[in-house]
């Protein structure tokens, strides 16, 4: 999360002298030292319920795509990689994590899945890569400001005409965005970006803002389709 105070937040953001966010990205030793740094396995956390109704709704969307493949970026060890291959009619699903550590976890846990190490930003997909349904970059919006055009781009060479993107992320409900407000501000200007100054590639379909009332964060969906 760019807008909170996290005990992950030391090694993805730091603050400067203004008390501002500066991206750390020390993905790889985040994942070498916490055993569920973004809270993904629910229990008593503040980001509980907010999983509970962000996940509800990606898999909802998933089954009304009728997608049979699924990639998810930002996948971590891999939690919800396995909720999306469980899902009817899904057949495939694929990890993608910048984080060799979290990538290995995820394979020896989730045998089913496939799961790649890669930068979303800086990626050439595979020569053998078979077209997917589905592209979700789940809670990776903060990470991929600083080259969004590159991971659009990178995001549409995995999918297969006419297939989805999907950017899903929390939004911090209380305080100031303390981190790239310059270059996205918040879930509006997202909506924003994508919607009315467009993507390569891509067509604008949908963009929706979700506000649950006993989760401390928003959440924001936004959906794209490849042409």
Not at 39 to 48: C, P
Request: proline letters at 3%; charged letters at 30%; a negative charge.
């Amino acid at each position: 999360m760019a807008d909170d105070d996290s005990p992950s937040d030391n090694l993805v953001f730091r603050k400067d002298a203004d008390g501002n966010l500066e991206f750390a990205g020390e993905f790889e030793k985040l994942y070498e030292t916490e055993a569920d740094p973004w809270d993904q396995l629910g229990g008593d956390s503040d980001m509980a319920g907010y999983y509970t109704h962000s996940r509800g709704r990606l898999m909802a969307t998933l089954r009304d795509l009728g997608a049979e493949s699924v990639v998810e970026v930002g996948c971590g060890f891999g939690m919800v990689t396995e909720e999306i291959r469980g899902l009817s009619p899904v057949e495939r699903a694929v990890g993608m994590d910048i984080s060799p550590t979290a990538v290995k976890k995820a394979a020896a846990k989730y045998p089913d899945c496939e799961f790649l190490s890669g930068d979303i930003m800086n990626f050439e997909r595979p020569g053998d890569w078979q077209d997917c349904d589905v592209v979700v970059i789940n809670q990776a919006f903060w990470y991929i400001l600083e080259l969004f055009d590159q991971a659009l781009d990178n995001s549409r060479s995995l999918l297969r005409d006419g297939g989805h993107l999907l950017i899903i992320q929390a939004f911090f409900r209380h305080g100031t965005q303390r981190y790239a407000k310059d270059t996205f501000n918040g879930f509006g200007g997202l909506v924003e970006r994508v919607a009315q100054q467009g993507a390569d590639g891509f067509e604008f379909v949908s963009g929706q803002l979700w506000r649950d009332e006993d989760a401390h964060y928003d959440d924001g969906h936004v959906m794209l389709r490849r042409i």
